[in-house]
């Protein structure tokens, strides 16, 4: 599976941003990880085959992941924008159960996508 990410950009803080991510085939769970500089990769959103969703509580109500199974598509609405946001957002999937499982763990996705930049300015 190929992952296609797009996106990013600089926006002004409390602006809105949205984030996607294609894949070249059928996934079970799909998911937004982001790093900051001199920081390590985050879990920041996931999202399972049958739709359910997750959030680190940094972002929950005011990020909301989605996705099309159809166009094997995944979004991230990014609302209410804060410098902190600062990152280069990447987007994993993969199809085993374990990473279902697992899915706030970087290490447990096979697929990634190469990361776009999210530059919020205070």
């Known amino acids: 599976v190929q992952l296609q990410a797009s996106g990013g950009g600089l926006v002004q803080s409390g602006d809105s941003l949205t984030l996607s991510c294609a894949a070249s085939?059928?996934?079970?769970?799909m998911a937004w990880f982001r790093q900051a500089p001199g920081k390590e990769r985050e879990f920041v959103s996931a999202?399972?085959?049958?739709?359910?969703?997750y959030y680190v509580p940094s972002v929950k109500g005011r990020f909301a992941i989605s996705r099309d199974s159809a166009k094997n598509t995944m979004y991230l609405q990014m609302n209410s924008l804060k410098p902190e946001d600062t990152a280069v957002y990447y987007c994993?999937?993969?199809?085993?159960?374990?990473?279902?499982?697992?899915?706030?763990?970087?290490?447990?996705?096979?697929?990634w996508g190469q990361g776009t930049l999210v530059t919020v300015s205070s």
């Open positions: 085939g059928r996934t079970l769970v």
């Open positions: 999202i399972k085959r049958d739709g359910r969703a």
């Open positions: 994993a999937a993969d199809l085993r159960s374990d990473t279902s499982a697992n899915y706030y763990v970087p290490g447990a996705y096979t697929y």
